[in-house]
């Protein structure tokens, strides 16, 4: 979902930016972190709690929750919702707490 | 609040509420515990929270394994439903110098002859505890099995729990405000919810030890000083040991939770119960565990905070009765490691209070050690 027609604010989309979630590949735009181009299409659940496994989405939109945590190529624990989309990402929905070795 | 008590300590940190178990257990009655805010908010919950047995002197050396072995099986001793979390990875102590190994060697032939499985391991061997672990200044290490480290709230809840079912009254968010003598001896406590008599008081106020003192007239040769630590962002299991370095000035721990708990002594650190958080801190820490574990670099920094060390002249504590106040006890200056020794801590003092044979001698911890200028030499100290 995308706002096409605003009353007050006008949204320049940038280019098309391909990349890939959990191996599906997804367009997202210039402009957009790598959650919001998630929740434009459509993907609600970004991880899983580490507990008792309850998903886990898009909530503070601004790097403070940890509710976005995924994997961004082979990387764990990215902020997915203030991390820059680019070209051919590899995003991931995380198990676990993620390791950095 | 009850009005009258046999026994009242002074703070609801780790060592208040050990020695407050202890003396129930004991079979003393009427035994109150006062804390200023809520249980182990002072230097207890702020701490590194590391257990080693691995010390320089026979005394300490007996006063760490003790607690450990206490802590091993504390979840049962302590009836605790919950878990203390003692994560008994070892510590691994890096030497740097030639110097230091010498002093380890000493150490560890000390530690040996007393039962504690220590032993000295090249920097390889250190790898296949820690893989990623920076050897290229490392001598030598030394690692110790029994060592680990605890979830310090939990613990403190654990002892305050089982204190509690033997009829401890626990009094929180209560400050001590006088302490009321007459003739040398105690009458009562004066708090902001009222006034307790009694003949006894333990002074177990961490980085408040001093003000506490001064109620009664007696000097402390202590004064607090802030040390700081910081948290990572929690990870997938990856540190086995508490590694820790003197030289290095450092330490670190990973909690079973996952996150990465690590210190140094700062250079100028305040004396003046300031508990704030320095930049300074977050910087030299930052770059000294980069530098010993390079993977944590990678990690974010969640929070930082700081606790206060109590400090004597020798760095050793200060325990027992004082001379010039009857029924006035000391288990203060821990310097740093009050939580590892807490469970003993709690016997030792019950024991004296009870008028019981101390079942390690501290006799050379009294105050009067610092008048006599028979101050102890411990090698071990961070």
Known sequence: MRIENHPILEFKRGNEIKFYFDGEEIIGYEGDTVASALHAAGVRVLGESVFKHRPRGFYCAIGNCSSCLMTVNGESNVRTCITPLKEKMTVEIQKGKGEIL | MINKANVVIVGGGISGVSIAYNLAKKGM??????????????????????VRAQWGTEMNCRIAHESIKFYEKANENLNYERDIDFKQGGYLILATTKKEKEQFEKNLKLQNRLGIPSKMISSEEAKKIVPYLNTEDVVVATYCPIDGHINPFKATDAYALAAEKLGVKIYKYTEVLDIVIEDGEIKKVVTDKGDIETDIIVNAAGGY??????????????????????????????????????????YCQQTPEGSFIMGRSGENEPTDMRITSSWDFLDKMAKTITHTLPP??????????????NITPDRQPIYGETKDVKGFFLAVGFSGRGFMVAPMTGLLIAEQIMGEENSIDISSLSLERFEKGELVFEPSVV
């Open chain 2, 29 to 50: 009655k009427d035994i109150v515990v006062i804390e200023k805010k809520y249980l182990a908010s002072g230097a207890t919950g702020r701490c590194g929270a590391g």
């Open chain 2, 209 to 250: 030890a001093k003000q506490i003192a001064e109620m009664v007239g007696v000097d402390l040769p202590v004064f607090s000083e802030r040390h700081q630590i910081l948290v990572t962002e929690p990870v997938e299991e990856m540190l086995g040991p508490m590694v820790m370095s003197f030289s290095k000035n450092l």
């Open chain 2, 296 to 309: 944590i670099s990678e990690l974010t920094v969640i929070r930082q905070w700081a606790g206060l060390y």
